[in-house]
């Protein structure tokens, strides 16, 4: 895996290119009684992992309905606080127990509008709150897994009692793995210390990738002491991928709509800098206060557009994707707000593999990387 030189990050670029090969991941996203079909379907084009998020449907349901896919199967992210890690810990079990093992957790914190105001929940020193999640859904595991007494107390949340009523009993691939949405340096500095896991942020660049979130990432593992091999890093990217130009207008007008959006946000604010379009932040956070979106939109110019969208046809992207994240990240994760074809998505999957081994099975595939 990727460790250290000097304190520079070093990925897996200089290994035998049949181990560089990345996993891809796709959104699964369809109305309740369509997920099955679209689960079956984005296995079929071949993706080694299957992901929701917390849009307009549940986390964590549509996951069961593809628990029989063969692919890895991740919440990112499923919002932690307006959850406690008991409700947190006994979904990620059942989960694991129905997929056999394929299953990771992954968490975010949102931001206080949305779990205060949208949630009705409690927003207040997320870093600190997140590490006792984790901590928490832990102590829970360990009690399951290895009848350890449960006696987690945090400032933030407390777990001290558990009867063998409300005991799943172990499972045999181990508690699930818990992985962490991370944008700043922060929640970085916690993912690095004791997630199982990091979700890179999807708004981000080929620049601000190399030179901000990667160095972050491993001067946060050498601060705690752990190898790369201890953290699995998804990397993720707005795509536009089509394989006609009606079809790529209407793709890549989404992934600007979507820049937009990340871009009247404070918190992303250092992905425009990093490319010196910072200046933008301000008009595009008033137009959104008065939701004109569209306006929003046609501020993204075709060179930020090009600088953070993985853009074109299957082969064009699979070659942008490749040179962002080569071998600095285990699998990613494909953003796809213009909606992509099953056919593309199949012959982008083919092409990300097309200088490696397309004979290995799923499962070795699945496994992780060395």
Same mark, same amino acid.
């Given at each position: 895996?990727?460790?250290?030189?000097?304190?520079? +990050?070093?990925?897996?670029?200089?290994?035998?290119?049949?181990?560089?090969?990345?996993?891809?991941?796709?959104?699964?996203?369809?109305?309740?009684?369509?997920?099955?079909?679209?689960?079956?379907?984005?296995?079929?084009?071949?993706?080694?992992?299957?992901?929701?998020?917390?849009?307009?449907?549940?986390?964590?349901?549509?996951?069961?309905?593809?628990?029989?896919?063969?692919?890895?199967?991740?919440?990112?992210?499923?919002?932690?606080?307006?959850?406690?890690?008991?409700?947190?810990?006994?979904? !990620?079990?059942?989960?694991?127990?129905?997929?056999?093992?394929?299953?990771? =957790? *992954?968490?975010?914190?949102?931001?206080?509008?949305?779990?205060?105001?949208?949630? *009705?929940?409690? +927003?207040?020193?997320?870093? %600190?709150?997140?590490?006792?999640?984790?901590?928490?859904?832990?102590?829970?595991?360990?009690?399951?897994?290895?009848?350890? @007494? =449960?006696?987690?107390?945090?400032?933030?949340?407390?777990?001290?009692?558990?009867?063998?009523?409300?005991?799943?009993? @172990?499972?045999?691939?181990?508690?699930?793995?818990?992985?962490?949405?991370?944008?700043?340096?922060?929640?970085?500095?916690?993912?690095?210390?004791?997630?199982?896991?990091?979700?890179?942020?999807?708004?981000?660049?080929?620049?601000?990738?190399?030179?901000?979130?990667?160095?972050?990432?491993?001067?946060?593992?050498?601060?705690?002491?752990? @190898?790369?091999?201890?953290?699995?890093?998804?990397?993720?990217?707005?795509?536009?991928?089509?394989?006609?130009?009606?079809?790529? !207008?209407? !793709?890549?007008?989404?992934?600007?709509?979507?820049?937009?959006?990340?871009?009247?946000?404070?918190?992303?604010?250092?992905?425009?800098?990093?490319? *010196?379009?910072?200046?933008?932040?301000?008009?595009?956070?008033?137009?959104? /206060?008065? %939701?004109?979106?569209?306006?929003?939109?046609? =501020?993204?110019?075709?060179?930020?557009?090009?600088?953070?969208?993985?853009?074109?046809? @299957?082969?064009?992207?699979?070659?942008?994707?490749?040179?962002?994240? *080569?071998?600095?990240?285990?699998?990613?994760?494909?953003?796809?707000?213009?909606?992509?074809?099953?056919?593309? =998505?199949?012959?982008?999957?083919?092409?990300? /593999?097309?200088?490696?081994?397309?004979?290995?099975?799923?499962?070795?595939?699945?496994?992780?990387?060395?």
């Amino acid at each position: 895996m990727a460790g250290s030189e000097g304190g520079r +990050w070093v990925g897996r670029r200089n290994r035998a290119i049949y181990d560089l090969a990345v996993l891809i991941d796709a959104l699964l996203m369809a109305k309740p009684n369509e997920v099955a079909s679209r689960a079956e379907a984005l296995a079929a084009a071949g993706v080694d992992g299957i992901f929701t998020f917390e849009g307009p449907h549940d986390v964590f349901l549509p996951l069961i309905l593809a628990a029989d896919t063969g692919c890895h199967l991740y919440t990112n992210v499923a919002i932690a606080f307006p959850r406690s890690p008991m409700h947190l810990a006994h979904t !990620a079990w059942d989960l694991a127990e129905l997929s056999d093992g394929r299953f990771s =957790l *992954g968490l975010g914190t949102q931001i206080k509008a949305h779990v205060e105001r949208r949630y *009705g929940s409690t +927003w207040s020193s997320p870093v %600190g709150r997140m590490r006792e999640w984790v901590e928490a859904i832990r102590a829970i595991g360990r009690t399951w897994q290895n009848g350890e @007494p =449960l006696g987690y107390v945090g400032e933030h949340t407390s777990h001290t009692l558990m009867t063998p009523a409300f005991e799943p009993g @172990p499972l045999p691939s181990g508690p699930p793995p818990i992985w962490l949405g991370a944008l700043g340096p922060a929640m970085t500095r916690l993912a690095t210390a004791v997630a199982d896991g990091m979700l890179v942020h999807p708004f981000t660049s080929d620049r601000h990738l190399a030179n901000v979130t990667l160095p972050r990432i491993q001067a946060g593992l050498e601060a705690a002491g752990r @190898p790369r091999s201890d953290l699995t890093v998804v990397g993720q990217a707005i795509v536009a991928c089509a394989t006609d130009p009606v079809a790529q !207008a209407d !793709a890549d007008t989404a992934a600007r709509w979507m820049i937009a959006f990340y871009g009247s946000t404070p918190a992303y604010v250092p992905v425009l800098e990093t490319e *010196g379009r910072d200046h933008l932040h301000p008009e595009l956070r008033a137009l959104s /206060r008065e %939701g004109r979106w569209d306006e929003m939109a046609a =501020l993204v110019d075709d060179d930020l557009l090009d600088a953070v969208v993985l853009r074109g046809d @299957p082969a064009q992207v699979a070659s942008r994707l490749t040179a962002r994240f *080569g071998g600095d990240v285990d699998r990613v994760a494909l953003s796809t707000p213009g909606g992509i074809t099953d056919d593309a =998505l199949a012959a982008l999957v083919t092409e990300t /593999r097309t200088p490696f081994d397309q004979t290995a099975p799923r499962g070795a595939r699945n496994a992780r990387p060395t």
